[in-house]
């Protein structure tokens, strides 16, 4: 599951699976259905995700 959440005035997406935060809620879905799949994190998709 995606989790929705505001930091320092900003929505973020988190894959609650592994805690990664992206901006665009797409990203956070496309890792999140990798993590439940593969039980590990996709390099091409954290790439997305925010410092």
């Known amino acids: 599951m995606v989790k929705r ?3 320092n005035g900003k929505v973020l997406y988190l894959c ?3 805690g990664f935060a ?3 809620k797409e990203w956070a879905t496309r890792l999140h259905e990798w993590c439940s799949s593969h ?3 996709n390099l091409e998709i954290i790439e ?4």
């Open 5 to 7: 959440i505001e930091k």
């Open 16 to 18: 609650e699976l592994c």
């Open 22 to 24: 992206y901006t665009e």
């Open 39 to 41: 039980h590990s994190c």
């Open 48 to 51: 997305h995700g925010v410092p």
